[in-house]
């Protein structure tokens, strides 16, 4: 079996309430999906976040010109080829050594971005190759895997105690554990939303604090030991993006909260570091920001050999496979409960793992187990 062509759909629709988190505005979904096409009919499919989408989808285009030929199932040596674009290399000045030529500094992202797409659905392919599903490609069994419902996102001028009644909702949906966005508002107004959220969801539900990366290390200090008394399971991405593994862990020994980290890392040589500073209770790799499933499970293994838990970043249907694969060294997936923060995930399949009662269910359908609805893709192409 040969590569014959990469094909990206990028995907953007307005959302009914544009909404922030500490750190950004959010006026739009984007999603970006990636079709991997073979000489046996076997196609796979991956998304990808982050933009801008145009720049990721010409480098998808350049990268698939440099795999037609390959073999889709030898994912490792394709992921090596591509990532050798993101750096300078003896002889591949111009790209004369027959690989993609060095690109400039600042589309790494979106190039980390790209070998993602193009990575999960080689995975897809693979699963279909076999005829199994990724997860029992992996060695896993479990078709039920736990997840929590992100939300709380800011609406200017909403009341502080608006959200509780979203995450009520969430609970209703048989959700045993939510994060909410923290961080925006002085740490007087986050007690207020915090409190509200707990007295609305119960005393037996997980609550988690997502950060956005506010604070630095003493005010993050003081802001755990504000917020603890509300049984937080963890803080996520609390400090500011430039602090380091030295600060984290400073700030581990300070916490009476567990702290998780890692959606923006984009590779496992950086996440290693947040994992080996012994800061961190769980790590949070995307596979659809970030280098792909190849390099998802290099983190994951990484983890479970230094006894930190996995929570990979949103895509539960893509996650999940890699959860149910690491059993109890995976604390779950994320999911959103509601339809209006990412209306394009929950658009885009009509064949898709099952998101109900707190859990994701997983299918014996091939590869991921989705199904493309071609419809909404041209209704929503960007």
């Known amino acids: 079996m040969k590569i014959t062509e990469v094909k990206t759909y990028p995907l953007r629709m307005a959302l009914q309430q544009p909404s922030w988190t500490a750190h950004e505005i959010s006026g739009d979904a984007t999603l970006t999906l990636f079709e991997v096409r073979t000489d046996e009919g076997i196609a796979g499919y991956g998304e990808v976040q982050g933009g801008p989408q145009k720049t990721i989808c010409d480098l998808a285009k350049a990268y698939g010109e440099c795999i037609t030929g390959m073999d889709p199932l030898g994912h490792v040596d394709i992921w090596e080829k591509l990532f050798s ?116 969801i119960g005393p037996d539900v997980l609550l988690m604090l997502d950060m956005n990366a506010p604070y630095g290390v003493d005010d993050c200090i003081a802001f755990a030991k504000a917020v603890a008394p509300h049984d937080i399971f963890w803080l996520e991405e609390p400090l500011h993006w430039h602090l380091q593994p030295a600060d984290f862990v400073r700030l581990a020994k300070g916490s009476p909260i567990p702290l998780a980290h890692g959606e923006r890392e984009w590779t496992r040589f950086t996440i290693r570091d947040f994992i080996d500073s012994g800061a961190l209770g769980y790590v949070q790799f995307d596979s659809t920001r970030h280098a792909g499933f190849t390099e998802s499970l290099r983190i994951a293994h990484h983890a479970e050999q230094q006894g930190v838990k996995i929570a990979p970043h949103t895509a539960p249907q893509l996650h999940a496979h890699l959860a149910s694969a690491f059993g109890d060294a995976a604390f779950g997936a994320e999911s959103h409960g509601g339809t209006d923060r990412h209306p394009i995930q929950h658009g885009l399949y009509t064949e898709h793992a099952d998101v109900r009662d707190g859990m994701v269910h997983l299918s014996d359908r091939p590869g991921f187990g989705v199904e493309i609805d071609w419809d909404f893709v041209k209704k929503v192409g960007a």
Do not use: H
């Open 85 to 200: 674009s993101t750096s300078p290399r003896p002889g591949g000045l111009g790209g004369w050594d027959g690989l993609p030529a060095p690109l400039p500094r600042g589309q790494r992202p979106q190039a980390m971005a790209a070998i993602g797409g193009i990575d999960i659905a080689l995975w897809d392919i693979k699963g279909k190759a076999a005829n199994m599903p990724v997860y029992k490609l992996l060695g896993g069994s479990r078709t039920s895997v736990f997840t929590y419902s992100t939300g709380g996102y800011y609406i200017e001028g909403a009341p502080l105690e608006s959200c509780a009644e979203e995450f009520a909702g969430y609970v209703e949906m048989g959700y045993r554990a939510v994060k909410m966005k923290t961080g925006a508002f002085s740490v007087k107004d986050e007690l207020i939303r915090i409190k509200a959220v707990r007295d609305a």
